[in-house]
């Protein structure tokens, strides 16, 4: 039993233009923007492979597009609608079949998978997941929604968290040791660390970057030139920035100097000037680096290296023998350990304030008719920072305060849990002062609303179960958006000066790590006009996020479930079966979500309980933040204490500290492949056996396909398919430098493995099998890494299909070593047999040929690069298909490395001087030649077909193929695949080919050569 997503007539190339729309600003699912979390799924894919998955393979696809998917496509193919925003309405026979199963999520995140089965209406959906705070996530976006839409209470929840969300901002507005923190008419203030300098005894604040605002107008597309490195030159619609000036800070707002919106101006970011009307203006570069571990003095202008933790002195230069830490972060250090002093009592303000570091205040943020305006910040300004503390003294006991631990440890290779070196050690001292102070108010406040909402409707009539449940969900919702508050204002989010306007405060958890940031933003929790971070703003995220929602469920699941339980056990599911599993494994070291989330965690729980006694107790999702003991409970301090051991993750420093010992790398790795493996064997018991799990994997290393195909495999599964989807942010992506195989694959999985076979058995169905494949997917219009993928799924599905092949233990090395070369082979017969000609079945052979072809039929063309570049992921995955790695390769000459990317070396135009370039580069030397492989034969060729007149070209040939006659047939071979529609027309190589070909049939057209095929 086959199923629409297993067919060849799955439209990917859809899908995932419905994916990338929902990417880009304004095509977000506007419940995203409730809270930030990891990793989240577009829902477009979600819902096509959830339907796709549970429909049978001859559907109309027409109809899947336009009635599933929603999906508006042109004449060109192109989706023009962002297909989320409406709900599918699937035809009745469809919608019937879908209201029959059962389908589960263990992995659940956010949701994005869910939430797109109950649109489309399964019978019954369950999502799972380890962490409390998603736990509570997943209940705001998956069950209050339905509960309250069913019972008729969606527009009343609504307006609900509109009312109490106003009574929360109007109570803490009216808080008098509130009020007077803020300036009213300041948005937001932005600070960063002074230190003080051990040269001159002054505070310098520590600027990790000058600007203010950088806004160019219209899209990046208008930067005239970029003559150096850095530079643009173009239009800005606003270009302020910070600058020093007798000891303070002083404001350049270029906009106002000039009095114009518009300024044409060449920005060198890097080097630091900006150029208008032929003059100069320097804007000052960061005067940290912490990668380097120095600083410099703004007052006085000297470097701020090392001190020595034996005498306390500074010195330049690292003294040998002696233990030093740099100056900056043992100052940092030391403000984290005499604030925790401060607020126990210990010590008075005055000696907290001779802490050789403190946070300041360098500037302000006032919004002026959807404008911005910058003013400094004075020393009044950063005096109410003191003031809240010793606010905050007075209440330090109350249960309040997130006085718990960070994580300690880092964690190697994984996101960036280092924070912790600089001393902060706390949740509470990831925030300034006055952030402490109102964020603890706030969560108190939601608090508050939770009892009176309840006993509200209580008066009302409501019977007591009802009116608990609701004053919990809209309870959630305000404490979600005081999360987005907590989010926005902390001493680790940063201001950004490249977008437009208001959108400039990012949050602290945009990364996949918490790293120490200068220049951070203290928001006025108060202020509405065009602060969409303020509280009053923050609601209203909610609020169009619960809209969002609402409509979702209105198209309606029978049952929904959110179950906060281990996927690797799946405890609560004991005897329950899915037709159905789609989800979302973390990708390895990629996110920890444990310890990041923990920053939401600490504020949660607080706002979600009670107070007694001086203790947090349950009240609101206890469940969540309190373990049962008999008849009591205890408190889950934090998730990393309670659940890291048991997060489906790679990371060292979290497996060392828990094992209190050392660990390799690869015993962490066993460690994640073992969780994996477990949660597969998990979710093969609670599949039917003729149901079917589809997961969702990042594919950025081959490394992490294999653990992924060798876990599936071992606990029961055998691939039946497999293809890319696009997923993670153009931001991520480029950011992490990857190339064109750098996105999430689909793999679909069923139950049963059977018998044991030979290897060489094994692989003659393999290669059967890639061939079979590939055809396929060529005829269906796949290219690039869709066919590659695709056909390395037929390959893995020969492979895993069996329960054992005789002599292979490593299942790892085997998917590389040759599960990876049949497909290679497969897919190089396959596309020779798509061309088709005279010789149709006949394959290229030569390794060095074979990894030029499939670079070429695989990999997009770059315009920019004028000609293809691969990370050396993409390189190695090419490469283990061809037995060819990437020192060969580029021994070879036919990859390059460039600034730590690999570039094909092909012919970047048509004309002669082109290739003369590509056979220097190439080192070939047409006067001599001496062939390597079937590239340089084709290589010459070109060249001798750019150069010559026929006759000339046909004594070239001749008296090449006279001595390297296989050489020179492969060459052809290679010419037949790149002049035919599997290289895109921009691509010079496609009519060198042509006319290659042409010129050795003798008729001098492409007409005349094929003629006879
Ligand atoms: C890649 S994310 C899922 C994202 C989700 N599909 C979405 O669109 O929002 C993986 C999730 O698995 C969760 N997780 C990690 N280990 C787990 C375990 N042992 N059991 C259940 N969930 C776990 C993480 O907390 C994380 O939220
Ligand atoms: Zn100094």
């Given amino acids: 039993m086959s199923s629409f997503l297993e067919s060849p007539k799955f439209p990917v190339d859809i899908v995932n233009q419905a994916a990338e729309k929902e990417k880009k600003g304004g095509g977000r699912p506007e419940h995203w923007e409730m809270v930030f979390w990891w990793t989240r799924k577009p829902l477009a894919s979600a819902r ?200 303070t800070i002083k404001i350049v707002d270029l906009n106002k100097e000039l009095k114009t919106s518009q300024i044409k101006a060449k920005v060198n970011s890097k080097q630091g000037y900006i150029e208008v009307n032929g003059t100069k203006k320097t804007v000052r570069k960061p005067n940290i680096d912490a990668r380097r571990e120095t600083a410099t003095c703004l007052h006085c202008g000297n470097q701020i290296r090392y001190i020595s933790l034996k005498t306390g002195k500074h010195t330049i230069e690292k003294p040998k023998g002696e233990e030093t830490e740099w100056y900056v972060k043992n100052a940092v250090k030391q403000w984290n350990q005499l604030l925790e002093d401060y607020l126990n009592g210990k010590i008075d303000l005055e000696k907290l304030l001779q802490s050789p570091a403190r946070p300041t205040l360098l500037a302000k943020v006032k919004v002026k008719e959807g404008d911005l305006q910058f003013e400094h910040a004075t020393k009044q300004d950063t005096e109410k920072l003191w003031k809240a503390l010793e606010k905050l003294r007075k209440m330090w006991g109350v249960p309040d305060i997130p006085i718990e631990d960070l994580w300690k440890y880092t964690s190697g290779t994984a996101g960036n849990l280092s924070i912790i070196v600089w001393g902060f050690n706390k949740f509470y001292k990831l925030f300034n002062p006055r952030q402490l102070l109102t964020l603890v108010k706030l969560v108190k406040l939601v608090r508050e609303a939770g009892k009176k909402i309840e006993e509200e409707k209580l008066r009302e009539g409501w019977n007591s179960k009802y009116a608990f449940a609701y004053a919990e969900a809209i309870i959630t919702y305000l404490t979600i958006a005081s999360i987005r508050t907590v989010n926005f204002n902390s001493v680790i989010n940063t201001w950004y000066s490249g977008s437009f306007l208001t959108n400039k405060v990012q949050s602290s958890l945009s990364f996949r790590g918490i790293a120490m940031t200068w220049n951070w933003c203290d928001i006025n929790v108060f202020y509405e006009e065009g602060n969409q971070y303020s509280f009053p703003g923050n609601i209203n995220s909610i609020i169009r996020g619960l809209k969002y929602l609402l409509s979702c469920a209105s198209n309606g699941t029978r049952r929904v479930r959110v179950l906060n339980d281990d996927a690797t056990l799946l405890a609560n599911l004991e005897n329950e079966k899915f037709q159905m599993i789609v989800s979302d494994p973390p990708y390895r070291d990629d996110v920890p979500y444990v310890e990041l989330s923990d920053f939401y965690y600490v504020w949660l729980k607080r706002a979600l309980s009670d107070v007694s006694d001086r203790k947090l107790v349950p009240r609101f999702l206890g469940e969540a933040f309190f373990k049962p003991i008999g008849a009591t409970f205890r408190e889950i301090r934090t998730q990393w204490e309670e659940f890291a051991p048991r997060e489906v993750g790679l990371n060292i420093g979290r497996l060392k500290y828990f094992k209190g010992r050392e660990a390799s790398d690869e015993e962490a790795r066993n460690y994640f492949i073992e969780l994996l493996y477990r949660s597969f064997l998990s979710m093969r018991r609670v599949l039917k056996d003729d149901g079917m799990l589809v997961t969702y994997y990042a594919h950025t290393d081959p490394e992490a396909w294999e653990e992924l195909i060798s876990a599936g495999w071992r606990a029961g599964f055998r691939v039946t398919t497999a293809f890319p989807v696009s997923t993670e942010s153009a931001q991520r992506v480029t950011a992490r430098g990857k190339a064109a195989l750098d996105t999430s694959i689909v793999v679909v999985w069923r139950p049963g493995v059977r018998g044991e076979a030979l290897w060489d058995e094994v692989y003659r169905d393999a290669l059967v099998a890639a061939e079979e494949r590939a055809l396929e997917l060529l005829r269906a219009g796949r290219t690039g890494v869709d066919l590659f993928v695709g056909t390395l799924a037929a390959t893995l599905s020969a492979v895993t299909s069996r329960e054992r092949i005789v002599g292979v233990d490593d299942v790892g090395g085997f998917v590389r070593e040759r599960a990876y070369p049949a497909a290679a082979r497969g897919l190089a017969r396959a596309v020779s047999r798509f061309v088709g000609g005279r010789e149709a079945g006949e394959e290229v052979r030569d390794a060095g040929a074979l990894f030029y072809m499939l670079a070429k039929v695989l990999l997009p063309w770059s315009g920019r690069a004028r000609g293809r570049v691969m990370d050396r992921s993409t390189v190695h995955i090419i490469g283990f298909g061809t037995g060819l790695d990437d020192k060969k390769l580029t021994s070879m000459k036919i990859v390059e490395k460039v600034d730590g990317e690999f570039r094909l070396l092909e012919p970047r135009g048509e004309e002669r001087s082109e290739l003369v370039e590509l056979l220097h580069e190439r080192e070939l030397d047409p006067s001599r030649p001496v062939l390597r492989s079937a590239v340089d034969a084709l ?52 009519r060198l080919c042509e006319r290659v070909l042409s010129y050795v049939s003798g008729a001098g057209t492409l007409e005349g050569w094929l003629g006879g095929a």
């Fill in 48 to 247: 096509a492979v959830l339907a796709a998955a549970a429909l049978p393979p001859d559907i109309d696809v027409h109809t899947f597009v336009t009635q599933v998917l929603k999906a508006k496509v042109n004449l060109k193919g192109q989706v023009e609608n962002v297909p989320h925003r409406e709900n599918p309405s699937p035809p009745p026979e469809w919608r019937e079949r879908f209201a029959k199963m059962k389908v589960l999520d263990p992995f659940a995140g956010f949701g994005s998978i869910p939430l797109e089965a109950i649109r489309l209406g399964f019978g019954e959906v369950v999502a799972v997941e380890l962490l409390p705070t998603a736990y509570v996530f997943l209940k705001a976006v998956l069950e209050y929604p339905k509960w309250a839409a069913e019972r008729g209470l969606g527009e009343q929840l609504v307006r609900d968290v509109e009312k109490w969300g106003k009574w929360v901002t109007e109570q803490l507005a009216s808080d008098p040791d509130i009020r007077e923190l803020y300036d009213p008419d300041v948005a937001v203030y932005i600070g960063t660390w002074e230190v003080k300098c051990p040269h001159c005894g002054k505070y310098t604040p520590l600027i990790g970057n000058w600007w203010l605002a950088r806004v160019s107008k219209g899209s990046s597309d208008e930067t005239e030139e970029e003559e150096e490195e850095g530079a643009k030159k173009k239009i800005f619609s606003r270009l302020a920035w910070m600058d020093w000036e007798n000891g």
């Fill in 939 to 990: 290589h010459l060729l070109e060249y001798y077909a750019a150069t010559l007149d026929v006759k000339g070209f046909r004594e070239q040939y001749e008296k090449l193929r006279s001595v390297n006659a296989v050489l020179v047939d492969e060459a052809l071979r290679l010419a037949r695949v790149f002049s035919g529609r599997l290289v895109p027309s921009v691509d010079p190589e496609r």
